[in-house]
């Protein structure tokens, strides 16, 4: 047997953590109101007809924010990570509490206001209140969100399908609207308008350009929304469900069996994406792996055995009630309108019987080395 001195000196990443505090965990164990604890975007609780959905996310901004990001940018999105969660559960909003540990830098007054502006702007945006937190001292800015949801049906991201009464495996894969842009923003950001040895880099000028011919691309990374619009229309028509948090290459293997089209990826890139790829000589096969490493995009990715003409009809249906019960309302604050954005899904493959494959590739050696998505590591 491995003593604890051995243990510490291997490698560790963040599914050997949780394995280690699942193998503990046996609080859970026979309690019957527990539905769903560790394993998911969501824990949910049984309450009778309705259940209610918890989740956290902690951010350090040494790793989750770049220098370019605003104090409010910073703080909407510590909201935004956590209501994605409620989201991909299917579920409405009720309230988040956040936690900030605060360094010397940022333990100032204007950058507080700035920061809890931020805060509330998101929860404003999501209906979903800002009812405590905790504060404290930090080596670096530390933001700890929890945010609780409601639903009557939460829908897991497990994607192990039982075969049905019709012995048929296979539902469709989808997700919301576009992948790639944030990867993108990053290729911006991390070639020219950063260097971290040297100061401002010799391209910055280009780097800033690129911001202004490509607005979308970097206000998915500096200002992303969580897709609880679509969450709720979808509910009821889809089997399984999870946020695009740490890329789609990570996040699809939560599907236990199935197989992607690359062709149908690359058309998750939006128009500018496209335009942004071209204009850096990014060839498809580059373009393919920033779709599938494209970390926080916060996008649902799901399957259903429903056609995508069926989905985005739902979906067209209820935006256009909801613009039209809105449309009168001149005290509605307009950035709460990012719940009737044209939302749309598209198909990426399907699930199987057995096995992960992209092209009819194993999906691990597709590209190998290359599709991994975000894993946190430690002692590399």
């Not at 670096?140 to 009464?165: M, Y």
């Not at 202004?212 to 979808?234: D, Q, T, V, W």
């Not at 290459?249 to 335009?275: M, P, Q, R, V």
């Amino acid at each position: 047997m491995e003593n604890m001195e051995n243990m510490e000196k291997k490698a560790i990443n963040e599914f050997d953590i949780i394995d280690i505090i699942q193998k503990n965990n046996t609080s859970v164990k026979g309690n019957s109101g527990i539905i769903k604890s560790i394993g998911d975007d969501c824990a949910v609780i049984n309450l009778g007809i309705n259940k209610l959905v918890i989740t956290t996310d902690m951010l350090f901004k040494s790793t989750h924010f770049p220098e370019l990001l605003t104090p409010f940018q910073i703080g909407k999105r510590v909201v935004t990570a956590n209501v994605s969660d409620i989201a991909s559960m299917c579920a409405k909003p009720l309230g988040i509490v956040v936690s900030m540990g605060f360094d010397k830098e940022t333990a100032d007054k204007k950058y507080i206001d700035e920061l809890s502006r931020g805060i509330n702007s998101a929860c404003c945006e999501y209906e979903c209140p800002l009812v405590g937190g905790d504060t404290n001292k930090s080596e670096e800015l530390v933001l700890s969100g929890t945010a609780f949801g409601i639903t009557s049906n939460p829908v897991f991201r497990d994607f192990n399908l039982k075969e049905t009464e019709t012995n048929q495996y296979e539902s469709n894969i989808y997700i919301t609207n576009d992948l790639g842009k944030v990867s993108c923003a990053l290729i911006m950001y991390e070639k020219y308008l950063i260097d971290k040895k040297n100061g401002v880099p010799y391209d910055f000028n280009v780097g800033l350009k690129l911001i202004n011919n490509y607005p979308e691309i970097f206000n998915k990374l500096s200002e992303p929304k969580a897709r609880i619009f679509e969450g709720m229309a979808l509910n009821g028509h889809i089997n399984t469900c999870c946020d695009i948090s740490d890329g789609l290459g990570k996040d699809i293997t939560y599907l236990n069996n199935f197989e992607l089209n690359s062709e149908d990826i690359l058309n998750c890139a939006s128009s500018e994406t496209f335009e942004f790829c071209e204009e850096l000589d990014i060839d498809d096969i580059g373009l393919l792996d920033i779709i599938l490493n494209s970390g926080e995009e916060f996008e649902l990715l799901f399957s259903s055995f429903n056609s995508s003409h069926y989905l985005n009809n739902k979906l067209e249906k209820i935006e256009r009630k909801n613009k039209s019960k809105n449309k009168n309302d001149e005290n509605k604050d307009n950035s709460n309108n990012n719940k009737n954005n044209d939302s749309k899904v598209q198909k990426i493959g399907k699930t199987i019987e057995n096995g992960q494959y992209i092209d009819s590739v194993a999906f691990n050696k597709f590209h190998e080395g290359v599709v991994k998505g975000y894993v946190h590591r430690w002692n590399d």
